[in-house]
């Protein structure tokens, strides 16, 4: 995929509570349920239970049938496994379950690269924190660059190696937590997650919940849209807490909440025409579909605005349709 050189700064577009609705209602099309299986018997043996343990069976049988959360998919370092230097530490002990985790302690401010073949992945490193990288190229040889400031635009290598990855899973790298997506099992989010997981009957109505759950809980933040700065990195359980956010906000915490439940999720950085937009948005798989692109539908009896300059109503119109005017350039 083509990498435009120059990059803005994120979240400068919108993603308003009621765009979330409306793709509540697109995404109900094109989920499936993934992660339940088994028949809940035959007709013959469709009787009252008889037994607390009969009764057990029975919820068990019935939530076969629906949406099952699988395993929890965590991402750590591994310090015994790390290797570079004094300031920098890079554990590569995980490339085969989709990503790198790093540790960085400098004076100066850092930046991480993660490059494969035509595509390369640039970070803001935090310092001090562990912090996790995804492999989101697929199988291949990965260089991974760490480059420390000097003055102004000028960096230095800091530390560099090679990765060769095979990955036990191509949806890893978005079944786990990341820089962009940043969450454990004891996050808040994930914990409301799992309430929502535990009510739905499907994949298709945790989908929903999530959604119905953001655009009820998130409102969107203008002050720090106008005032964001390039760099800026989400916290889930931090916009979870205050009630706002921007675009970037908004699909790191659905990113967070979905995959933490066993849906493949990735974070969508890109450019909706016609005036080129830098915006944020999500993207999730079944294995019937594939990797699909939410469909944006307006109805003027529900709502005016799908962001900022996106007007349902007036001469912005032109920016929501079937989703092709979206340009997909970076994904998380």
């Known amino acids: 995929m083509a ?3 120059t990059k803005k700064k994120p979240g400068v577009a919108v993603i308003s ?5 409306v793709l509540i209602l697109c995404l109900l099309t094109v989920f499936t349920a993934g992660c339940g299986g088994g028949s809940s018997g035959s007709a013959d043996d469709a009787k009252p239970p008889e037994s607390a343990e009969a009764v057990d069976t029975a919820k068990a049988a019935d939530k076969e049938d629906g949406f099952e959360t699988p395993k929890f998919r965590k991402a750590t370092f591994n310090k015994s496994k790390a290797e570079g230097n004094e ?15 790093l540790v960085c302690n400098s004076d100066a401010r850092v930046k991480l ?9 640039t970070y803001d490193v935090v310092m001090g924190k562990t912090q996790i990288f995804p ?23 800091l530390y560099k190696c090679e990765a060769k990855v095979k990955l036990k899973d191509k949806l890893d790298p978005y079944l786990r937590p990341n820089q962009y997506a940043d969450y454990t099992e004891k996050s808040e989010c994930v914990k409301e997650a799992a309430d929502l997981a535990k009510k739905a009957e499907s994949e298709q109505e945790f989908v929903q919940a999530v959604y119905d759950f953001v655009c009820k809980n998130i409102d969107y933040d203008k002050e720090k849209a106008e005032t964001v700065q390039s760099g800026y990195i989400p916290e889930p359980d931090e916009i979870l807490k205050s009630g706002k956010g921007i675009c970037f906000d908004y699909s790191s915490l659905a990113a967070s909440m979905l995959r933490s439940q066993g849906i ?25 579909t594939g990797w699909t692109k939410v469909e944006f539908k307006v109805s003027e009896k529900d709502w005016s605005r799908i962001d900022l300059t996106f007007s349902a109503n007036g001469e912005d119109s032109k920016f929501i349709g079937d989703g092709k005017n979206y340009t997909d350039v970076y994904q998380y």
């Not at 190229?137 to 102004?152: A, L, P, R, W």
């Open 135 to 157: 492999l989101q190229c697929g199988n291949g040889s990965y260089t991974i660059k760490v480059m420390k400031n000097i003055e102004d635009n000028k960096y230095f290598e």
């Open 17 to 21: 509570k009621t765009m979330m609705l």
């Open 113 to 121: 690269q993660v490059i494969k073949d035509e595509d390369t992945y």
């Open 264 to 288: 493949p999720t990735k974070i969508i950085f890109g450019y909706v025409a016609p005036n080129d937009l830098y915006h944020a948005w999500n993207m999730f798989y079944t294995e019937e």
């Open 3 to 5: 990498r435009r050189s």
């Open 87 to 101: 300031e920098v530490q890079v554990d590569l002990s995980s490339v085969s379950s989709g990503y790198i985790a």
